[in-house]
């Protein structure tokens, strides 16, 4: 597609609950990343992916966070038990490359976001 | 620990002076550091780099400083245009070249009001 989509836009859940976030990067590119961004702070790393693999889990929070991308394109993020806490926007992007130089196209397009609200 | 600091949570500007947006880091490993604009609703949108062998680089109207010594980084937009209100992220990132370079570290951000 044209662009990074996030769906859903909006997701309200109950605590402890499970949820899945899905990403469609944008055509062609190689390198997928989630970001957490929360109420009045920048957007937080949580993981990489290049290609299928995830390159860099180190920022996901804790093991009730997990992601996939199966074929290398669309990515889901998955977060079980879900607490108060977790309430943010989910924000992914993707890149072409996954390697530098870091310019030109090769810099993160993000999409829209998830807003996640846990009650 | 916050490696990447934007300590004015806010600016207003008249349209058509100068808007000036601050950013301060503590990691002497950042390598390359980006701007990104973001709007309501919408996610991050980039706005201009700079590589930390350089110390200025321009684009139209967004200028980027870059002080190693001082570990400082400056946007400057001029003239300033209400389309500019926006929120406004510094980021930085630990390896330009390498496969790391998405992994990112954002400042808190601040929203720039620019008054018609």
């Known amino acids: 597609g044209a662009g990074v989509s996030q769906t859903p836009s909006n997701k309200v859940t109950e605590k402890g609950k499970y949820v899945e976030l899905r990403c469609d990067p944008i055509s062609g590119h190689t390198a997928l990343y989630w970001y957490r961004q929360s109420l009045g702070q920048g957007p937080e790393f949580l993981i990489y992916?290049?290609?299928?693999?995830?390159?860099?889990d180190s920022g996901l929070p804790n093991d009730r966070f997990f992601a996939v991308r199966p074929e290398g394109s669309v990515s889901t993020l998955k977060i079980q038990r879900t607490e108060r806490g977790d309430s943010a926007v989910y924000l992914c992007a993707s890149s072409l490359l996954g390697r530098g130089p870091i310019s030109g196209a090769n810099v993160l397009t993000f999409g829209a976001g998830s807003r996640l609200t846990v009650l | 620990d916050q490696q990447v600091k934007q300590n004015s949570p806010s600016l207003s500007v008249q349209e058509g002076r100068i808007s000036i947006l601050n950013c301060d880091y503590t990691n002497s490993m950042f390598d390359y550091f980006l701007w990104y604009k973001k709007y309501p609703a919408e996610g991050p949108t980039f706005l201009i780099s700079i590589s930390s062998i350089k110390d200025k680089n321009e684009d139209g109207r967004f200028t980027v400083f870059l002080n190693k010594s001082a570990k400082h980084l400056s946007l400057h937009i001029v003239p300033s245009q209400p389309g500019d209100s926006a929120v406004y992220f510094c980021?930085?990132?630990?390896?330009?070249?390498?496969?790391?370079?998405?992994?990112?570290?954002f400042g808190q951000g601040t929203i720039l009001t620019v008054h018609p």
């Open positions: 980021a930085a990132s630990p390896d330009a070249g390498g496969t790391s370079y998405g992994k990112l570290t």
């Open positions: 992916f290049q290609g299928t693999g995830a390159a860099d």
